[in-house]
């Protein structure tokens, strides 16, 4: 059974910094791509960002890209994502998941999830 779990969530004033780690159980870590999603109260659950297996291929959501750094540590079988420049519109519980598709933005492409870490960004 593989499970995920994220930390580093918690309260930030806008403009500040947040690193999120992603860890999970077991050995196929590195076969994996790995994808961090989030969902804002009364929204629905929204790509932000993935990185490929090895780590050299990113992608990341519009709203977030240049503030966002997705990064992987294959040896500790951990996914950061590092935020910077952080805005109240951040708010939301960020979730991990793995994926073996290439459907990176659609969430039915990843089969395990992580519990959430909660992210506030107060003004």
């Known amino acids: 059974q593989v499970q995920l779990a994220e930390s580093g969530g918690g309260l930030v004033q806008a403009g500040g910094s947040l690193r999120l780690s992603c860890t999970a159980s077991g050995r196929t870590f590195g076969y994996y791509n790995i994808g961090w999603f989030r969902q804002a109260p009364g929204k629905e659950r929204e790509f932000v960002a993935l990185i490929s297996r090895s780590g050299a291929i990113t992608f990341y959501a519009d709203s977030v890209k240049g503030r966002f750094t997705i990064s992987r540590d294959n040896a500790k079988n951990t996914v950061y994502l590092q935020m910077t420049s952080l805005k109240v519109e951040d708010t939301a519980a960020y979730y991990c998941?793995?994926?073996?598709?290439?459907?990176?933005?659609?969430?039915?492409?990843?089969?395990?999830w992580g519990q959430g870490t909660q992210v506030t960004v107060s003004s």
């Open positions: 998941a793995r994926t073996s598709g290439s459907d990176y933005y659609v969430q039915g492409s990843y089969d395990y």
